[in-house]
């Protein structure tokens, strides 16, 4: 994501205040001498104030807990993404805004086919780019003529959103939309960037000769500046007219506009409209929801915390209190550092994006990435508490291509092959704590309970030594993100032997052992957490590759 011109933010604010019961001992607070700590319900998004100790950071940390949107957004593990425009024929990949709507011409758009492969490889939710930065809409807008109403393609009639929507949805797969705030195209008519005043615009605005005219329409109030209207107008049109909606994704670039110019988007008024019309679907990633991982490799850090410290800046746009390519965004230590210029602690988990091929678009000259890359960067993703957003570019005829179909599918049965069965799950299992079967009975929303912050040990006997290769990991996230540190071990002949230690766990940790280690007996201690682990999986694997 093209951060330039990303509003940096210098300065606090805030505290919050709620009844509830105090967040540090009283003896902690009388040996500090300070005022007691604000008490803290848990939620998905925590006032922090620049008072706040260390341990009161770490306290409020704990206490975030992720939405229901976005536990349902973590469980996808991977999504698609679909860029597909003017830039698919021109051979660009940031368009220019002026280009000839005559040049989108699929000549055999089949949308099904994206659907197959999608599902087939694996895929339950899928993001169109329904308008890059050139402007250029993939459906009949009212508001625009740069779009495929304009194309000879299909005599104006053709509808790429409604195709893809369509087959999406018979395929099993969710639908997402990327609409872009960039918008050259409307940079050329004026609109964008043009120094407009925010101000009461009612949404949808009716334009001539609407067909929506004297029908009963939910109907907005917001604040925005011209160009803001008309995002507000299109974001109307593609989340009532296509059913639902389950991610919404803005990024923040601002196109390539002379440098004086900034359209300082209406985050606040797109939000209330996005929430309003597609209330299950997540924001990202210049959105509440989701977070931009900061780069466009795919690859998460090793130790991603979905709980981070946030700032709000213009018009309620979530920004990263840290550099947003910080290689540590949650950690005690970063949280503490973040304490003179954060707002907010939120959870705000990672998505990785990243292209199978190098462009975003397709260009017949580029060659899709192999199953072994894939491969890699799903473990570091998936593996380490994040999202995988995948992008398949649909070539000049309106298809997927036929090799990086093969790779999708191959991709799909190599995950298979990496984690083909948790072992554990028929094992005999104890620990300390409550409900130490729960961590290997496959169900995501039971877990062992450790009886303790930074303590506690889960134990699995196979009955016979057998030979492990991958670890899963995963905590219940539903009671937030709370381990630091565990080691996972091996009985041997020589005792209890370390094979793992790892620092974060979050929605799924991966770990790959570097060769496979034989043992009857296995065990997980958790040696740093903030609040007592809850271990949804603990997941011993015999790879198949
Ligand atoms: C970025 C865009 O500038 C790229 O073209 C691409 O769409 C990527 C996913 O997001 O911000």
Redesign the pocket.
């Known amino acids: 994501?093209?951060l330039s011109r990303r509003l940096f933010v210098t300065a606090l604010a805030v505290v919050g205040a709620s009844a509830g019961s105090p967040l540090l001992a009283p003896d902690a607070l009388a040996a500090s001498g300070r005022r007691p700590s604000v008490p803290v319900e848990p939620g998905y998004r925590i006032a922090i104030s620049p008072d706040d100790t260390p341990d009161e950071l770490v306290a409020k940390a704990a206490r975030l807990r992720p939405t229901e949107r976005q536990i349902a957004w973590q469980r996808l593990e991977k999504t698609a993404f679909l860029?597909f425009g003017v830039n698919t024929f021109t051979g660009l990949?940031?368009g220019t805004g002026d280009e000839s709507p005559d040049v989108f011409q699929p000549t055999g758009l089949d949308t099904d086919q994206w659907a197959r492969a999608l599902r087939d490889g694996g895929f339950e939710l899928a993001i169109l780019t329904v308008k890059?930065?050139d402007g250029f809409v993939l459906y009949p807008s009212r508001y625009t003529d740069h779009g495929v109403a304009s194309s000879s393609w299909e005599d104006g009639r053709g509808d790429v959103l409604r195709s893809f929507a369509d087959s999406m949805r018979a395929h099993g797969i969710k639908v997402g939309v990327y609409i872009s705030p960039a918008d050259e195209n409307q940079y050329l008519h004026g609109v964008y960037a043009n120094g407009s005043a925010r101000t009461t615009r009612t949404v949808p605005t009716l334009t001539d000769g609407d067909d929506r005219a004297g029908k009963k329409l939910r109907s907005f109030e917001l604040q925005a500046t011209d160009y803001g209207a008309h995002m507000l107008n299109q974001l109307y049109e593609v989340l009532t007219e296509y059913g639902p909606v389950d991610e919404v994704w803005f990024?923040g670039?601002q196109g390539r506009i002379p440098p004086e110019k900034v359209e300082h988007y209406d985050w606040d008024s797109w939000y209330e409209v996005v929430r309003a019309l597609a209330p299950g679907a997540s924001i990202a990633v210049s959105g509440p929801d989701v977070r931009w991982v900061g780069n466009e490799g795919g690859l998460a850090r090793e130790d991603e915390w979905s709980t981070v410290p946030v700032a709000e800046v213009e018009y309620g746009r979530t920004d990263y209190a840290l550099p947003y390519d910080a290689p540590d965004q949650g950690s005690r230590d970063a949280l503490a550092a973040s304490r003179s210029v954060a707002q907010y602690l939120q959870w705000w988990p990672a998505e990785c994006?990243v292209s199978i091929r190098p462009g975003?678009f397709y260009h017949p000259e580029q060659q899709p990435k192999t199953v072994d890359e894939l491969t890699d960067i799903y473990m570091r993703s998936v593996g380490r508490n994040s999202v995988l957003l995948l992008n398949i570019p649909p070539d000049q005829q309106g298809r997927l291509p036929a090799a990086d179909v093969a790779v999708l599918r191959a991709f799909d049965e190599r995950i298979g092959a990496e984690l083909p069965k948790n072992l554990a799950h028929t094992a005999r299992t104890w620990g300390d704590g409550q409900h130490p079967a729960l961590a290997v009975d496959g169900d995501p929303d039971t877990a062992w309970i450790a009886p303790a912050a930074s303590g506690g040990a889960l134990y699995v006997d196979f009955g016979r030594p057998r030979e492990v290769d991958r670890i899963r990991l995963a905590e219940d996230i539903r009671h937030g993100q709370q381990v630091e540190q565990v080691v996972v071990e091996a009985r041997t002949e020589t005792g209890w032997t370390q094979v793992a230690k790892v620092g974060t766990v979050g929605a799924s940790r991966i770990v790959l052992l570097p060769s496979p280690v034989a043992a009857r007996q296995w065990r997980l201690r958790v040696l740093g957490s903030r609040l007592p682990a809850r271990i949804a999986e603990f997941g011993l694997y015999r790879s198949l590759s």
């Open positions: 994501m093209a860029h990949e940031w890059h930065h990024d670039a994006d975003w």
